[in-house]
């Protein structure tokens, strides 16, 4: 997920300026004169940064993590890397990067990385983003909100495929930039151009070319190494209820939507359906481990589902209809992160869940994208859906035989795949069970008291996660956060490694020698921490990190046959890359929560949204970890921390 703050709101488009089908249905959230992919072409490329700068920042986020007899040891190694055979991966590393322009030196390693790894798709690397209610309380009925919502994703989809979307930009002096004078002049710039003119004022076009696998995609199974696979012609959704699958044509032979009210009534019959619950529901198989699915993906085409699972797979995307309400904000949280996977396909790029109550989320499979690309199709629909619904509570669904529509998919299962189905279901059951989810919402502050305070909302959240972690463990252990490279083209993300010496300093100050320090002292502290994130921040997303160009050097290393140098057999560069605390951050008017689960098996998973006047956190983690404890941790630091910014005398 984006590390820096997306707000993607925009003017609400005139009505005239929507486009119309026969069918007099808006198809389109709006015309932007200025092409969806016009600057695309001229997007900067992702740097690759000094090998010397690489390994200076190496080392200092490594300084809290060390001892000084280790730090010594991993600084000697370290050296030796970048005078010997570092130097020699990273002018190879830049010469094959200089005969891929196209692309970017991280595209391949990541997607790598993603489809290499072998474990289950859910809990270890899809996250999820819920939607904030419709401020219209009656439009969060189930059928209501659930056709709305199509619709408008629908929309989004067509709108993006015409090249009607709005490019993403970045926009530093919206004043300048954000305007209509600005797109009618930067239109008639060629694409090749066309950056460096929104460069001029100050706004920073983003990389778009992941939209594209936000619909008819999925994650294929395979063995070692999964696929991507996209079939742009299907014109049909899928809908998950009670573990049991339908699909329908969405979109019609000539390329327009359906009649909401015909979507409403499709969606209305299978609501309707009293068929059981599954008995041997195929989505758990998508919760396996990939190894083991891509075999059990071959019998299954063996067994004669062939056009059953690629109807699954080409689905313009996959809606989850839930048979229950949400109880609470924790609730909401494994409902969106997991739920049952007898009504989830973990595997497509991104299932859209709507529950009984109309309460709705995304979980979205992350090997094809980050969060930029996700967050702004919620935000489009999200806006969409509650200022132009396609249908109302009153609204009566169209008079069609929605029986003859309606598919039922029928999997053919032998006794094996039967086994093999209760097998996911007791791997994946007892996953979920050691995983908490806890939450707090701190009410004392937020972005706009920091900023008053002259101080990073982000890095005050973080300087608080540190403090937390020291309080209740007494240590500092590998932090990551993530931060998007989508300045650049084919940027992913990068890391920015929020434990510092002077996060260290800070909080140890703070738990540890609270008495020996003045609220002045302590708010110096504060300040210098807020400016070294700020930095690290900044370096990241301008592609200055050191952890994927480390990252592309060990990957060229393996391809090369080169055997694994010593820098990288060191146990500080396992133990920097093994993050006990993964964070991530997003604030969106379309998102109530986001989260994720923890990535190894002993840490925490941090979703968390700064507010103008509150913070909200969202903490996963399995039996070894008490998370209820760190979020009370976390609590109490940001109180410490506000506190003294306030000038206020903090008692220990």
């Known amino acids: 997920m984006a590390a820096r703050r997306l707000v ?341 790029s991104f299932n859209l869940i709507i529950t009984k109550d109309g309460t709705a989320g995304v979980n979205f499979e992350h090997s094809w994208g980050d969060g930029v690309a996700v967050l702004r199709f919620q935000n489009e629909v999200f806006k969409d859906s509650t200022k132009a619904p396609a249908v109302s509570p009153q609204s009566q669904p169209a008079s069609v035989d929605s029986s003859t529509v309606v598919q039922k998919l029928d999997f053919k299962l032998n006794d094996a795949l039967k086994a093999a189905i209760t097998k996911a279901k007791q791997n994946f059951d007892a996953n979920v069970e050691g995983l908490s989810l806890n939450m707090i919402q701190f009410q004392e502050g937020g972005k706009e008291l920091l900023k008053q305070k002259k101080v990073s909302p982000d890095a005050v959240a973080q300087l608080a996660f540190q403090m937390a972690f020291l309080r209740q463990y007494s240590q500092t252990v590998a932090t990551y956060e993530s931060c998007s490279t989508a300045a650049f083209k084919h940027g992913r993300t990068e890391t920015i490694r929020p434990a510092s010496i002077h996060t260290k300093k800070c909080s140890e100050a703070f738990v540890r020698e609270l008495s020996k320090h003045s609220t002045e002292e302590l708010q110096e502290l504060i300040v210098e921490c807020s400016k070294y994130h700020g930095r690290l921040t900044k370096e990241a997303a301008m592609g200055q990190g050191f952890d994927r160009h480390l990252f592309g050097l060990r990957c060229l290393a393996l391809s090369k046959g080169i055997a694994l140098p010593d820098f990288y057999q060191d146990q500080a560069y396992a133990r920097l890359n093994y993050n006990i605390i993964s964070t991530s951050t997003l604030v969106s008017p379309a998102v109530q929560l986001g989260g994720f689960g923890p990535v190894v098996p002993d840490g925490f998973g941090v979703g968390y949204q700064v507010h103008d006047d509150w913070i909200g956190c969202n903490v996963s983690s399995y039996p070894t970890r008490n998370g209820k404890e760190f979020l009370q941790c976390i609590h109490k630091s940001l109180e410490d921390i506000f506190n003294v910014l306030k000038g206020k005398k903090v008692g220990s």
């Not at 002096?173 to 066309?194: A, G, H, M, W, Y």
């Not at 936000?214 to 998950?240: C, G, I, M, Q, W």
């Not at 989850?320 to 989830?344: C, E, Q, W, Y």
Request: hydrophobic share 35%; aromatic share 12%.
């Open 8 to 348: 993607l709101e925009r003017a609400a488009v005139p009505c005239w300026r929507r486009a119309y089908s026969s069918a007099g249905t808006a198809e389109f959230l709006h015309r932007s004169i200025v092409p969806t992919m016009h600057y695309q072409k001229s997007l900067p490329r992702l740097p690759i940064p000094k090998l010397e700068d690489t390994i200076r920042r190496y080392l200092s986020a490594q300084k809290p993590l060390l001892n000084d007899d280790q730090f010594r040891k991993t600084e000697e190694l370290a050296h030796q890397f970048e005078k010997g055979i570092g130097r020699e991966l990273h002018e190879q590393l830049v010469a094959q990067d200089n005969q891929n322009k196209h692309t970017s030196y991280i595209t391949g390693p990541w997607f790598d990385m993603y489809l290499k790894a072998r474990e289950p798709v859910v809990l270890n690397f899809n996250p999820f983003m819920s939607f904030n209610p419709d401020p219209k309380s009656e439009y969060n009925d189930q059928l209501t909100r659930a056709t709305n919502m199509t619709v408008s994703a629908i929309r989004f989809m067509k709108t993006f495929r015409a090249g009607y979307l709005e490019p993403e930009v970045f926009h530093l002096n919206p004043e300048k930039s954000d305007t209509q004078l600005f797109k009618k002049i930067i239109r008639f710039v060629p694409s090749s151009l066309s950056w460096f003119g929104a460069y001029m004022v100050n706004a920073y076009p983003l990389d778009m070319s992941q939209y594209f696998r936000l619909f008819n995609s999925a994650r294929l199974p395979k063995l070692n190494r999964d696929e991507l696979y996209t079939d742009e012609k299907a014109k049909h959704l899928l809908v998950l209820r009670k573990g049991n699958f339908y699909v329908f044509d969405i979109i019609d032979r000539d390329g327009n939507m359906l009649k909401p009210s015909e979507i409403q009534a499709h969606l209305k019959y299978i609501l309707s359906d009293n068929s059981p619950a599954s008995a041997f529901p195929l989505g758990y198989l998508s919760s396996e481990n990939r190894d083991t699915w891509a075999l059990l993906r071959k019998d299954l085409l063996d067994n004669g589902n062939e056009e059953a699972l690629r109807k699954i797979d080409s689905a313009v995307f996959c809606l989850s209809l839930d048979d229950f309400p949400i109880k609470d904000l924790v609730h909401l949280s494994h409902t969106m992160l997991h739920g049952d996977a007898a009504n989830r396909w973990y595997d497509k």
